[in-house]
Nanobody
């Protein structure tokens, strides 16, 4: 069992920055890939970024160059540094973890609101 808890969301102006954190607990040894998804009101949840246990990263085109994902395995924590935020980045951001059996775990979500 893996539990994920996000933090760091809030209200920020366009071109501002936020850093999200996701702390994992439980059977953390089983986690391979972690990442972030987001969901705007009335929209489907979409992938933002992923990072493997070894640190290989991937980003959605919409955030590439603005967002940076990182991982501290010793602290069982993944971060999302969000710079140059745009109003279209607004949504609930969910931490995700996938174990080596391809089972997914989800955090409760943290709200990010970007004002123009």
């Amino acid at each position: 069992q893996v539990q994920l808890v996000e933090s760091g969301g809030g209200l920020v102006q366009a071109w501002g920055s936020l850093r999200l954190s996701c702390a994992a607990s439980g059977s953390i040894f089983s986690i391979n890939v972690m990442g972030w998804y987001r969901q705007a009101p009335g929209k489907q949840r979409e992938l933002v970024t992923t990072i493997t246990r070894r640190g290989t990263t991937n980003y959605a085109d919409s955030v590439k160059g603005r967002f940076t994902v990182s991982r501290e395995n010793a602290k069982n924590t993944v971060y999302l540094q969000m710079n140059s935020l745009k109003p279209e980045d607004t949504g609930i951001y969910y931490c995700n973890a996938q174990d080596y059996s391809l089972k997914n775990y989800w955090g409760q979500g943290t709200q990010v609101t970007v004002s123009s």
